[in-house]
């Protein structure tokens, strides 16, 4: 079985500051993971994802994540945020050997950029 | 880019009557799920869906909910008799379902029952 635990259950930050969103997870099996992001009154759209090879994984609109087997985290960073990138951020994990794609999300945190 | 795409956007419904969920995912994925997300809570998976048969169902799925594929593009969520504590977004997502191939989701349909 596997969970996802979002630290940070709200990030106010000003626009052009760096950000970070912290993520860590637990899993008795190898995982993929992922990002997905929420705008206002919309579904999830995938962000990012790791499945292999380079622990630093680029997403769309700026972000990236670092996978850190050692302290089970995948953190999502983005180094200058925009207005526009407030949403709110869900983590997501899914065990290798899983029929299809299930995913476990995390509780989500709600990234709030002011001007 | 193909979407999945729910109906209805927004569901009235009273406490005790049934509704019914509307899904289409993408053409050639072969995984369905929906998942529920109450206001202010995290996103939880409900029920997984293959090869016409439920493969993976949560504890909150219970008797009083159903999964279908009438017709091979729709897929439904069916709650017989809902609560008040049904209220919630309702997902639907589909996948190709080899390893690691992410979810797509549809926007979702905001279930509120009275």
């Known amino acids: 079985a596997q969970s996802v635990t979002q630290l940070d259950s709200q990030v106010p930050v000003f626009e052009e500051a760096p950000v970070e969103l912290r993520c860590n997870y637990s899993?008795?099996?190898?995982?993929?993971l992922f990002w997905y992001v929420q705008y206002p009154n919309q579904g999830l759209q995938l962000l990012l994802k790791?499945?292999?090879?380079?622990?630093l994984v680029k997403g769309i609109n700026g972000f990236e994540a670092e996978f850190n087997k050692s302290q089970t985290s995948f953190h999502l960073r983005k180094p200058s945020v925009h207005i526009s990138d407030t949403a709110e951020y869900f983590c997501a994990v899914n065990g290798m050997g899983n029929q299809g794609g299930k995913l476990i999300f995390g509780q989500g945190t709600e990234l709030s950029v002011k001007p | 880019e193909p979407e999945v795409t729910q109906t209805p956007s927004h569901q009235v419904t009273q406490m005790g009557q049934e509704v019914i969920l509307r899904c289409v995912p993408i053409s050639n994925h072969l995984y369905f799920y929906w998942y529920r997300q109450i206001l202010g809570q995290k996103v939880e998976f409900l029920v997984s869906?293959?090869?016409?048969?439920?493969?993976?169902k949560s504890e909150i799925f219970d008797d009083q909910f159903s999964v279908e594929r009438p017709d091979g593009s729709n897929f439904t969520l069916k709650i017989r008799s809902t609560k008040l504590e049904d209220s919630a977004m309702y997902f639907c997502?589909?996948?190709?379902?080899?390893?690691?191939?992410?979810?797509?989701f549809g926007n979702g349909t905001r279930l509120t029952v009275t």
């Open positions: 997502a589909s996948t190709l379902g080899a390893q690691g191939s992410p979810l797509h």
């Open positions: 899993s008795s099996v190898s995982v993929y």
């Open positions: 790791y499945l292999s090879g380079s622990t």
């Open positions: 869906f293959y090869n016409n048969e439920i493969s993976e």
